[in-house]
């Protein structure tokens, strides 16, 4: 690859990283809410992450080490993501997954750090929940890296809430 191919390459990548994630309009998933709604209802940490697609700091959340049998929702509005028989110990200081419930996430191309990265949100609210990255466990050999506070774990036996509508 000559210079003059790899500026014109990296200047593409450049400008895709300033344009959105994802398309937010209303109708893109079942529960549309404004910011300004999800910034009323989430606490600030939950926001920042779910909606302005922030990431807490590794080893923060305490459903890292959570081993409990149950599902872990979506923290903003409730939708079931993940088993808990689907959770792993990464090392990395974040809860992560091998495999998501059935149509529970949607995924993006995220080029925040310049080079193209798998981003899973809620099917439901479309929620920032993480990344996906191929150095996961057999079957899958998936990692679902998954932002603590975009989470809410239900033991096994206690009801699951409502969606949120």
Not at 15 to 22: G, I, M, N, V, W
Not at 46 to 61: C, D, K, N
Not at 148 to 163: I, Q, R, T, Y
Request: glycine share 8%.
């Amino acid at each position: 690859m000559n210079r003059r191919h790899w500026i014109a390459r990296m200047s593409g990548l450049i400008a895709a990283s300033a344009l959105p994630l994802r398309a937010t309009a209303a109708g893109t998933f079942p529960l549309n809410k404004s910011r300004a709604e999800w910034k009323r209802l989430l606490a600030p940490e939950a926001y920042a992450v779910l909606f302005e697609e922030a990431t807490e700091r590794a080893g923060s959340s305490p459903l890292d080490a959570e081993k409990r049998t149950g599902t872990f929702i979506c923290a903003a509005c409730n939708q079931p993501l993940f088993d808990s028989a689907h959770k792993y110990d990464s090392g990395t200081g974040w809860p992560s997954f091998w495999q998501p419930l059935p149509d529970a996430v949607g995924t993006s191309t995220d080029f925040k750090l310049i080079y193209p990265r798998t981003e899973y949100h809620c099917a439901h609210c479309g929620g920032h929940q993480g990344h996906i990255f191929n150095d996961g466990p057999k079957p899958t050999g998936k990692r679902y890296c998954n932002n603590g506070v975009a989470l809410k774990f239900v033991l096994e036996g206690d009801a699951l809430p409502a969606l949120r509508t």
